[in-house]
C-alpha cells in the first residue's frame, strides 16, 4: 500500500497479490483448504452443538417476529420446535430467548431464507475465513526482523488458522470466522483509516460483544492525539447506542447483563469451562499460566536486555498486550468457554513483537489442544469419542 492516491479496493488486490507471491511454493494450499471447507461444510452437520440451527430457527423467525425474537423463546414462536443438544440430546435453549446482538441477527435473516441455508451459510463462514488468512498474514508480515525462521512461523501461522478454522466454521457452523473478522478489521484499518477502524469496532460490538477488546489498545496507540482519541471513542459509543436502538424494546439488555451474558445457563446443555479460573483441569491451569506470563511481559517484570524493573512509559508503549490479556482475563471469569473461543486469540497474537509472537502461539496452541480434550471429557468422554473411530 504505497500510493495514497489509489482507492482502498485497489490498494486490497495489490496486497493480496503480494501475499500470494510471498506464499512462494505454498500458495497451492490456500485453495486446497478452502476447497476442504467447502466440501466439509456442505457433508458434514453440526456434531457437538445446536447452534447453527438455532441461528437458523431465530434467522428465518425474524421475518415474522421482528425484533421482538429478543422477548420469545423458542417455545412461544413454535410449538414444535425440535432441535436439540447433539450432546444431550434434550431440546435445546428451548427457555430462553436469543441472545446475539442486532447484527448477526440480521446477518441470520438475510440468509436463512436461501435456498440450502445450511451449505450456504457455512460457506459464506468459510470464505470469511479466507479473508481474515489474508489480513493475519498483512499484520504479522512487514515486521523488520532478521531472523530467517520468522518467515515459515508466519506462513505456519497464517495456515494453522485456516486448518484449525474446519471444525468450527465447516462443520459446527459457528460464527467465529466474523467474530475473528471484526477483531482484525479495527487493526487493518488503524494506521490509514482511523475513524474507519473505529467505526469498525462499533460494527463489530453488534456481532459479539469481544470486539471492544481491541479498543484499549488503539485508544493507547493514539494517545498523543487527545482531541482524536476522544472523537474516535465517541465513533463507539455512538455506533453502539444507534445499533442497540432495537434492543431497547425488550429486555434483553438488562436480562444480559444480570446474567454475565451467559443466557445459556438456562438452556439445559452439558456445560464447558475448560477455562474456567479454578476449574481442575490441565487446559485450566496452563491458560492461567499463559495469563499471568503476559502480565509479567506487559509490566516488563521479564528481563530482556533491560534490568528487572518496572518502567511506567514502557507499559504504555507495551500496550500491544492488552487485546491478549483482556481476552484470557475474559474468558477466565466467562462461565461456558467453548474450544472455539480460542480461535479469538489469533488476532491478538498478530500484534505480539516477533519473538513473543513464536512464545505465547506455542503455549495458546498447547493450551488449545489440552481444552478440546478437556471439552470431549466434560461432554460425551473421552471414551466414547475414541469410540467413534474403533
Not at 230 to 243: A, E, N
Not at 257 to 275: A, D, H, K
Amino acid at each position: 500500500m504505497q500510493n495514497s492516491d489509489q482507492s482502498m479496493w485497489y490498494q486490497c488486490y495489490r496486497q493480496i497479490l503480494a501475499i500470494v507471491n510471498d506464499l512462494g511454493s505454498l500458495k497451492g494450499f490456500l485453495p486446497l483448504l478452502f476447497l476442504v471447507h467447502l466440501i466439509i461444510g456442505a457433508i458434514i452437520p453440526p456434531l457437538v452443538t445446536s447452534d447453527f440451527e438455532r441461528n437458523l430457527f431465530y434467522g428465518q423467525a425474524f421475518w415474522k417476529y421482528g425484533f421482538t425474537v429478543y422477548d420469545l423463546t423458542p417455545l412461544d414462536i413454535d410449538s414444535s420446535y425440535d432441535i436439540v443438544d447433539p450432546l444431550s440430546g434434550i431440546l435445546s435453549y428451548s427457555n430462553t430467548t436469543y441472545d446475539y446482538p442486532t447484527i448477526q441477527l440480521l446477518f441470520w435473516a438475510c440468509l436463512a431464507p436461501l435456498p440450502l441455508s445450511p451449505i450456504v451459510i457455512k460457506w459464506v463462514l468459510s470464505s470469511v475465513d479466507i479473508i481474515n488468512f489474508f489480513f493475519i498474514y498483512f499484520l504479522i508480515w512487514n515486521r523488520e526482523t532478521k531472523e530467517k525462521d520468522y518467515t515459515r512461523l508466519r506462513k505456519a501461522f497464517a495456515f494453522s488458522y485456516l486448518f484449525f478454522s474446519i471444525p468450527f466454521s465447516a462443520i459446527e457452523g459457528q460464527a467465529t470466522s466474523i467474530s475473528i473478522f471484526f477483531l482484525l478489521l479495527p487493526l487493518i484499518l488503524h494506521n490509514r483509516y482511523k475513524p474507519w477502524s473505529y467505526l469498525s469496532i462499533g460494527l463489530g460490538f453488534h456481532w459479539k460483544y469481544i470486539s471492544v477488546l481491541i479498543l484499549p489498545y488503539l485508544l493507547v496507540q493514539d494517545r498523543g492525539i487527545v482531541k482524536q482519541a476522544v472523537l474516535d471513542f465517541l465513533t463507539v459509543v455512538i455506533s453502539i447506542i444507534l445499533l442497540s436502538f432495537p434492543l431497547l424494546f425488550s429486555s434483553f439488555i438488562l436480562r444480559y447483563l444480570c446474567s454475565f451474558g451467559n443466557l445459556g445457563t438456562y438452556s439445559g446443555q452439558l456445560p464447558s469451562n475448560p477455562l474456567f479460573l479454578f476449574y481442575p483441569s490441565l487446559s485450566s491451569l496452563l491458560s492461567s499460566v499463559v495469563l499471568i506470563l503476559a502480565l509479567l511481559y506487559w509490566i516488563g517484570l521479564i528481563p530482556k536486555e533491560q534490568p528487572l524493573r518496572i518502567n511506567l512509559d514502557g507499559v504504555v508503549k507495551r500496550a500491544y498486550w492488552l487485546p491478549l490479556i483482556l481476552l484470557l482475563s475474559f474468558l477466565k471469569i466467562y462461565a461456558t468457554a467453548f474450544p472455539w473461543y480460542w480461535m479469538w486469540m489469533y488476532p491478538c497474537l498478530t500484534i505480539l513483537p516477533h519473538k513473543d509472537l513464536r512464545l505465547f502461539t506455542t503455549l495458546l496452541v498447547c493450551t488449545f489442544a489440552l481444552g478440546i480434550l478437556d471439552f470431549i471429557q466434560m461432554t460425551i468422554g473421552l471414551s466414547t469419542f475414541i469410540g467413534w473411530f474403533f
